[in-house]
């Protein structure tokens, strides 16, 4: 966190915090209504992995009550 706060600091409205919960994706569901747009990671798993234990991205993108980005990683 520290870390993130470190490099989002030179930005005036970026809220950095730790939530505990039994599902990330709930909490971050939850947590959405607060704000204007959910920025998350892509996932790292294959499709099978998704398909099996399903995606938290995925999960938020069709549950949350804000508009949610999901970033990609550049691969070459």
Sequence with gaps: MATAATALGEFDNVDTWLYEADSAADA???????YDLTV??????????????????????????????????HSP
């Design 28 to 34: 971050i569901i939850e947590q959405s209504t607060y």
């Design 40 to 73: 998350m990671g892509a996932p790292t798993v294959g499709p099978l992995e998704r398909f099996v234990f399903g995606s938290t991205s995925t999960y938020v993108q069709q549950d949350a009550d804000s508009s949610v980005v999901v970033a990609h990683a």
